[in-house]
Structures are given as structure tokens and as C-alpha cells.
């Protein structure tokens, strides 16, 4: 008798003695069959076109402003260039100071008011494309991204710290939002109107480009370390300590869209869970409403299941009419993006018009100036 036979038959009647005692006998859960979906999905291929667009439109922005910065230290003898207002999204709190300003006082600041429509245009995007602007335009978000894919290629994986560790993390970004976001609302219009226009606030862009430009060696091993963390861990930095990107989150939990499961054509194959950087079980959810989803797409890039994975509009209920594709997401993004910047550029909102006596002054003295 052959050890196959002996086997088979040892099984089958391990089973027959478990029906004689009452017990279901031991059964194999029956594999979903696998409806393979038609399409090409190009959605990573999309945002890497708006990360690649948006980071080259960054390093534009941060060559012309240091280009002007130079002008005003030098007192007008270098190369003459425009300021660049686009500096100020860099300014994530002074956007939120400009918004709390707005919404106290009905008025748009007339210094650094692109932070303001910028601010509201991330805003605005995550609210309505769940944290979009994190894995679609955010030039910090782009870096962490490639960072971790760049560790994943040297070292063949990046690692996921345990639960117990990460969820305590997690919470470090929300409390230093809360921090920024308690002192803000603690300010009233006028305090903050006061602090816009004083001399620190006029020339709070110049000092960040200054902290760059003369970094100091406790600050440079923390960003050394914050790269090296990246490449070990996925997104570290947004993950853990990323206010801007709490506050992005946030919004993104009460959005309209989600990333929906629909569980007859899921095969459990758990690629998508395996592909998501926020380390999300999306294998085992129906709806995916988490403030760590970036709408980065790639569990449904990944998916082999017709219509299992899909972006939805609406009500929860899962119908074609209500699928979001990618291109259309992509869109969404570009038209709020390019609203608001160019509604705050025709209503004459986006540039700060400022006489050139006053860079004179301020700008080569801007590590002087003391917050108000």
C-alpha cells in the first residue's frame, strides 16, 4: 500500500469517526473564483506625474525666492526677480493663523494671503479627496515616499513597528496639532492681524529659508535621522509627526469618498493590505474612513479582483455610477488646486505688495527680529 493511499485513507476515516461522535468533519473553506479585471489601471503612473509636477513647481519656487531673498540683502544690487507667493505654503501655521483670521474678521489678510487660499485648497482637496494632497502633491510626502521605496530596494523590505509602539507615535502628530491649533484659536483677530504685519511676521518666510541656509549641526543630525527612519519605515515622518497632515486627516474622515471592498469579489489574497503604506487591513474592512488613508491608491492598483477595490462618491452602497476613477480624482485635485490659486490671483489676494524699503530693511536683518 502506498503512503498517498495510507494517508488518504487514514484521513477519511478520522472524519467518519468524527460524524459517528457528533462533530463536523473537517472541510476545506471553498476558494473564490477569481474574475480578473479588463483594465489597466495607470493611477500610479498619474501621481507620479502630479508628484514629479508639483516637487520641480517646489524647487522652481525655492530657487526664485532665495534668488530674491539675495536681492533684498544686497539692498536691490543683485538679480532683480519677483517674490514668489507660492514660499507660503511652506507656512502651514501661518495658513492657519490667516484662516482663523478670516473666519473671526470675514477679511483676507493683504500680507501672505497666498497661505491662506493655499491652505484651503489642501484643505479643501482632503475634505473631498481623502487626504489627497499628501500622496499627490505634497513635496515632503513624495521625498518619505520614494525614501522608503528606496530602502525597500537596497535592504528587500522596510519594517512595520509593533502595534504597541506605533499607535503611541501616531498620536505625537496630533498632539503637536493640537498644540499649534490651541495657540491659534487662542489669538483673537487683532492679536493675530498684529502679528501678520509686525516685522517678524513680514519676514517669517526669509527666516525659514535662513534655518536652511544655516543649519545648525543638533538640527541637521535630526533630519539625518529622519531620513535615515524613512528608509527603514514607510512615510515615517508623515506617519508620526506631521501636523499638517493630521489636520489633513482629519478632514478626510468625514470626506464623501472612500476606498470601498466589495466582499462577493474580493478573493482574499490580501495584496492590497500588503501594498497600503499607512498599514491598513483594507483585506478586511468594507469601507476604508481612516485618517491615515492618502488616497494614494495603490491597494487598488494592486488588486487582481474585478470591482473589488474602487473609489466611491456618495452613499456606501456600491454601484458603477458612483465608482470615482482615477483620472477623475486626478482632476479633482488639479481644479481645486488651480481654483483657488487662480480666483486669489484675479481677485488680487495672492501676492503681498510691500515697498522695497521695507526688504531693504527687514530681510538682512530677519534672524533679528523678535516674534511680537
Known sequence: MSAQHSFTQ????????????????????????????????????????????????????????????????????????????????????????????????????????????????????????????????????????????LGRFIFRRN??????????????????????????????????????????????????LNFFRHLA??????????????????????????????LMGLAAVVSPTRIVRLESACIDCAKCAKACPAALPVDKLVQIRSAECTSCLECIAVCPAKEALSVQLGAPMVSRSQHVPAWVLATGVAIIFAGLVGYAKLSGHWDTRLPNQVYFQLVPAAGEQQHP
Not at 72 to 89: F, H, I, N
Not at 177 to 199: Q, R, T
Not at 217 to 245: D, E, H, K, M
Request: proline share 5%; hydrophobic share 50%.
Open 10 to 149: 487514514g484521513f477519511g476515516e478520522l472524519a467518519g469517526e468524527a460524524t459517528s461522535n457528533g462533530l463536523t468533519p473537517l472541510r476545506r473553506a471553498p476558494r473564490k473564483q477569481l474574475a480578473r479585471r479588463d483594465d489597466h489601471d495607470h493611477s500610479q503612473r498619474l501621481r507620479l506625474g502630479f508628484q514629479l509636477i508639483f516637487l520641480l513647481l517646489n524647487v522652481w519656487i525655492g530657487v526664485q525666492f532665495y534668488l530674491w531673498v539675495r536681492w533684498a540683502e544686497s539692498g536691490g544690487q543683485t538679480l532683480s526677480v519677483p517674490r514668489p507667493a507660492g514660499v507660503e505654503g511652506w507656512l502651514p501655521i501661518q495658513g492657519l493663523m490667516q484662516f482663523r483670521y478670516f473666519l473671526a474678521s470675514g477679511r483676507v489678510p493683504a500680507i501672505h494671503a497666498a497661505s491662506l487660499f493655499l491652505f484651503l485648497a489642501f484643505l479643501l482637496m482632503s475634505w473631498l479627496l481623502r487626504k489627497s494632497f499628501c500622496s499627490w502633491l505634497c513635496p515632503v510626502g513624495t521625498l518619505s515616499e520614494y525614501l522608503w521605496k
Open 159 to 208: 519594517f512595520r513597528l509593533p502595534r504597541w509602539v506605533d499607535l503611541p507615535l501616531r498620536s505625537l502628530k496630533y498632539i503637536l496639532l493640537g498644540f499649534f491649533g490651541y495657540a491659534v484659536a487662542a489669538m483673537s483677530a487683532d492679536a493675530i492681524a498684529e502679528f501678520i504685519s509686525s516685522p517678524y511676521g513680514i519676514v517669517v518666510d526669509v527666516r525659514m
Open 217 to 246: 549641526v543638533t538640527a541637521a543630525y535630526v533630519i539625518l535621522g529622519l531620513l535615515i527612519a524613512s528608509l527603514f519605515v514607510q512615510n515615517f515622518w508623515c506617519r508620526y509627526l506631521c501636523p499638517y497632515g493630521a
